[in-house]
T-cell receptor, first 114, second 116 residues
Framework: AQKVTQAQTEISVVEKEDVTLDCVYE???????LFWYKQPPSGELVFLIR??????QNEISGRYSWNFQKSTSSFNFTITASQVVDSAVYFC???????????FGKGTMLLVSP | SAVISQKPSRDICQRGTSLTIQCQVD?????MFWYRQQPGQSLTLIAT?????????ESGFVIDKFPISRPNLTFSTLTVSNMSPEDSSIYLC?????????????FGQGTRLTVV
């Protein structure tokens, strides 16, 4: 069985602070995919990143960066110099290469205040 | 990348009625899925919509309550039947676009359903 744990239910920061959202996953598969999605108040799911299990390189995209560590089964997401527009619920998700649905974590609500 | 159009974007319905949600994809996809997101909760898979055959439902979801159609590789519908306030949720259509090296998961804009 697959499982995704986002232990942080809600995080509040002040604009320009850095913030890290944690994601820990469980799977028995050797090939799998990890995702992060952003869900703003409007409700749509915005794709942020996909990482496959063979690629442990960390990735940076503007103010966003991701730290994938297979040794600890973690795929953490850091926002540098946060902005009010970053306020949203962030979901981490896991998919294996065979059965193609996504298992989602419970989400972390990020509130960035001015 | 796949572009998904989902209709309606939101609706307010009376209990006991049914609502059909449409999902249109701009390209042929093998895998289409329906998820439910109850207020303040994460996404839960309802079913996999199979083209040309009956949908595959997850535990806790049944065809009588959530009938699904998938007439071709670009379109699917989800019906929420005999609605009650507990069905108030966001319903999302999703597709997986796979190539030999990678997998992309795309979501529609969601249908925000309120049952009164």
């Amino acid at each position: 069985a697959q499982k995704v744990t986002q232990a942080q239910t809600e995080i509040s920061v002040v604009e320009k602070e850095d913030v890290t959202l944690d994601c820990v996953y469980e799977t028995r598969d050797t090939t799998y995919y990890l995702f992060w999605y952003k869900q703003p108040p409007s409700g749509e799911l915005v794709f942020l990143i996909r990482r496959n299990s063979f690629d442990e390189q960390n990735e940076i995209s503007g103010r966003y960066s991701w730290n994938f560590q297979k040794s600890t089964s973690s795929f953490n997401f850091t926002i540098t110099a946060s902005q009010v527009v970053d306020s949203a619920v962030y979901f981490c998700a896991l998919s294996n290469s065979g059965y193609s649905t996504l298992t989602f974590g419970k989400g972390t609500m990020l509130l960035v205040s001015p | 990348s796949a572009v998904i159009s989902q209709k309606p974007s939101r609706d307010i319905c009376q209990r006991g009625t049914s609502l059909t949600i449409q999902c249109q994809v701009d390209s042929q996809v093998t895998m289409m899925f329906w998820y439910r997101q109850q207020p303040g909760q994460s996404l839960t898979l309802i079913a996999t919509a199979n083209q040309g055959s009956e949908a595959t439902y997850e535990s806790g979801f049944v065809i009588d309550k959530f009938p699904i159609s998938r007439p071709n590789l670009t379109f699917s519908t989800l019906t929420v039947s005999n609605m009650s306030p507990e069905d108030s949720s966001i319903y999302l259509c999703s597709v997986l676009d796979r190539d030999p090296w990678d997998t992309e998961a795309f979501f529609g804009q969601g249908t925000r359903l309120t049952v009164v």
